[in-house]
């Protein structure tokens, strides 16, 4: 590693010791192997990935096998041989400290057949208020484990299901599609952790999940560090990364880009908190997100250093009252967003996904946004609950560096405070106050924060 690496990292490692995750999370280390696993299957490129003929040939025992065999602290490794490239799995699970080792140059593809996820008979690959399907990659336990490699993991939500031997009309994402208007959508979601402390994405590609990509719940200790998630815009419901009921977290260097929340964080079996976000950069999707589950709280949150190019959304809280709670204690530093058409959204009724009311009233107080760059136009909205039930947010440096035009502003039951920093706007709305003063000023410039997606 050169020198200006060595301080970098070291630079990286000290911004997120003092942040809210209260672990000292450096740079992950790849373990050795305890198996190298040759790939048996050629990659055919496209959405299918293999060929018609190797869809009977799938990889899941033999993988299965490994991570059960292999001993605490190693890694199972997927490695090329010759022009073989891909693996074929159904569903797998991760074993406490093992890792799954996704080598450059190798894809792991997953089952695009139904029956491989079914939790009960015919419960996965339909719209149908039914049990489900497994996720392609799972843990529960797995404390200590990871999943490391320059390698990419792809869930073909993309790719016609196949059933009973035959090709079908509809893949994953039509599901996804159909539940619009149908409901219940069964479709396996890439990678699913839940009570594995100290778990470890890194470096890894994740790519066409079927739905979420990556969920975490239940866990004291999640880091992500310098994975990419690629997925296309149109792809239904494939958040990119989902914490939820959990702490100490980190999430940074990574690139991310699907079809819904870039990152959604979830309190809702209970809190998150101790969290930071930092050093990323968002394409298209749904943006920075909380919620829509908040009733057991989210709390301790910072996100630093992050350019949002495109999304739907930038930053976004979002909630309502049938899964409400206190959101506080957040603070959103040296952020970018251009072109979204919700630069910053904080949402109390949250409709996408309505459900009767059951007194969990969202509250947000305490959110803080210091030198935050919006350009392109776009709505900003407050939208508190009530007169008792209100958004108490500072923005202390904001500026929309365009000028006013093709902006709107809406703050209903909403507390803002301008200042110290520049603030070249004002809140307008039902029931909000204002205080402090819109000032003149220049914020740090965007100009090197917008970044190409990185190439494969």
């Not at 489900?132 to 792809?154: E, H, Q, V, Y």
């Not at 298209?284 to 949002?308: C, F, N, P, W």
């Not at 970018?336 to 996904?353: E, F, K, Q, V």
Request: hydrophobic fraction near 35%; include cysteine.
């Amino acid at each position: 590693m050169n020198q200006a690496l060595v301080c970098a990292t070291l630079a990286l490692a000290a911004s997120i010791a003092s942040a809210q995750d209260t672990r000292t999370v450096t740079e992950p280390v790849i373990p050795s192997s305890c198996v190298v696993l040759k790939a048996q299957l050629v990659k055919t490129g496209g959405i299918d990935g293999i060929a018609l003929a190797d869809e009977q040939k799938p990889d899941t025992e033999r993988l299965q096998k490994a991570l059960d065999t292999c001993t605490q602290g190693k890694a199972v490794e997927l490695a090329p041989d010759s022009g073989n490239a891909a693996f074929l799995t159904g569903p797998l699970e991760l074993r406490p400290g093992v890792t799954l080792l996704v080598d450059k140059g190798v894809t792991l593809y997953g089952s695009r057949m139904p029956k491989d996820y079914e939790v009960e008979p015919g419960s996965c690959g339909i719209n149908a208020p039914k049990t489900g399907c497994k996720p392609l990659i799972a843990g529960k336990g797995a404390t200590g484990s990871g999943i490391m490699g320059d390698g990419i993991i792809d869930g073909r939500g993309g790719a016609k299901m196949i059933r009973d031997g035959k090709v079908e009309s509809k893949t994953w994402w039509d599901l996804g599609d159909d539940a619009k208007t149908i409901g219940h959508q069964q479709v396996p979601r890439l990678i699913v952790m839940s009570a594995s402390d100290n778990f470890t994405l890194y470096r890894i590609t994740l790519k066409n999940a079927g739905f979420f990509h990556v969920t975490y719940s239940g866990g004291d200790g999640f880091t992500v560090w310098g994975v990419k998630i690629d997925t296309p815009q149109k792809a239904h419901n494939t958040d990119g990364i989902d914490p939820g009921s959990s702490k100490n977290i980190t999430i940074t260097q990574s690139y991310i880009r699907d079809g819904d929340d870039n990152i959604a964080i979830k309190g809702g079996s209970g809190p998150v908190t101790n969290m930071t976000v930092i050093h990323n950069h968002f394409y298209y999707g749904h943006g920075m997100s909380i919620g829509s589950e908040t009733q057991a709280g989210v709390s301790k949150l910072r996100v630093t250093d992050l350019s949002l190019d495109g999304t739907d959304s930038g930053i976004r809280i979002k909630s309502q009252e049938a899964y409400g709670g206190l959101v506080h204690d957040v603070i959103y530093d040296d952020i970018c967003i251009r072109n979204s058409r919700n630069p910053i959204l904080l949402d109390t009724a949250y409709s996408a996904n309505p459900k009767p009311g059951k007194g969990l009233i969202p509250v947000f107080q305490d959110i803080d946004l210091h030198n935050v760059r919006i350009s392109g136009g776009g709505k900003i909205t407050l939208n508190g609950f009530d007169a008792t039930h209100r958004i108490g947010i500072q923005f202390d440096g904001v500026e929309l560096t365009d000028g006013l035009s093709g902006y709107k502003f809406l703050a209903n039951h909403a507390d803002v405070t301008l200042g110290p920093g520049p603030v070249n706007f004002h809140m307008a709305g039902d029931d909000s106050s204002e205080r402090g003063k819109a000032t003149k000023g220049d914020l740090p410039s965007c100009k090197d924060k917008f970044v190409p997606f990185p190439a494969e």
